[in-house]
C-alpha cells in the first residue's frame, strides 16, 4: 500500500487507485509537469513511464558549447563532468556579460526615447 501511495504521489499514472491526496480530485494534472518527461530520474514499474532513461543516458551527447565550437561529445555523465571545466565556459561568461551590458544600455535608451517624445 505505501509503494502504491508514494506511486501516486510522484506523478499521474493511469494505473492510480485512488484521487489526488492533496485536492481529493480524481484527476491531478498539477502533477504533470513532473510526469511529462520521459528521461525523467524514476521510471514507474505500473505504467512504465521513464523506462527510456537508461537508453538515454548511455547515448552520445554533444557538450553544451557544441554551437560556440566545443568537439566534446560522450554519454551524459560525462558530458555533465566536461562542462564543469570546458574551455568555453569562459567565453560564456563573457558573452553573457557583454549581453547583459547591452540590454541595460537598450533600457536606457528605450527610457530615454520615451522621455523625448512626451
Same mark, same amino acid.
Given at each position: 500500500? %505505501?509503494?502504491?501511495?508514494?506511486?501516486?504521489?510522484?506523478?499521474?499514472c493511469?494505473? #492510480?487507485?485512488?484521487?489526488? @491526496?492533496? =485536492?481529493?480530485?480524481?484527476?491531478?494534472?498539477?502533477?504533470? =509537469? *513532473?510526469? %511529462?518527461? &520521459?528521461? #525523467?530520474?524514476?521510471?514507474? #514499474?505500473?505504467?512504465?513511464?521513464?523506462?527510456?532513461?537508461?537508453?538515454?543516458?548511455?547515448?552520445?551527447?554533444?557538450?553544451?558549447?557544441?554551437?560556440?565550437?566545443?568537439?566534446f561529445?560522450?554519454p $551524459?555523465?560525462? &558530458?555533465r563532468d566536461?562542462?564543469?571545466?570546458c574551455?568555453? &565556459?569562459?567565453? @560564456?561568461?563573457?558573452? $553573457?556579460?557583454?549581453?547583459? =551590458?547591452?540590454? *541595460?544600455?537598450?533600457?536606457t535608451?528605450?527610457?530615454?526615447?520615451?522621455?523625448?517624445?512626451?
Amino acid at each position: 500500500q %505505501a509503494e502504491v501511495e508514494s506511486h501516486d504521489k510522484k506523478h499521474q499514472c493511469r494505473f #492510480r487507485l485512488q484521487g489526488c @491526496m492533496w =485536492t481529493g480530485l480524481d484527476q491531478d494534472m498539477h502533477l504533470w =509537469t *513532473e510526469h %511529462a518527461c &520521459v528521461f #525523467r530520474d524514476q521510471g514507474c #514499474r505500473w505504467c512504465g513511464y521513464g523506462k527510456q532513461l537508461q537508453e538515454h543516458l548511455a547515448k552520445v551527447h554533444s557538450c553544451p558549447f557544441a554551437k560556440m565550437g566545443c568537439q566534446f561529445s560522450g554519454p $551524459t555523465d560525462a &558530458v555533465r563532468d566536461h562542462a564543469k571545466s570546458c574551455s568555453y &565556459v569562459p567565453h @560564456m561568461e563573457s558573452l $553573457t556579460a557583454l549581453l547583459i =551590458t547591452l540590454q *541595460e544600455d537598450l533600457q536606457t535608451q528605450a527610457k530615454e526615447q520615451a522621455a523625448y517624445h512626451q
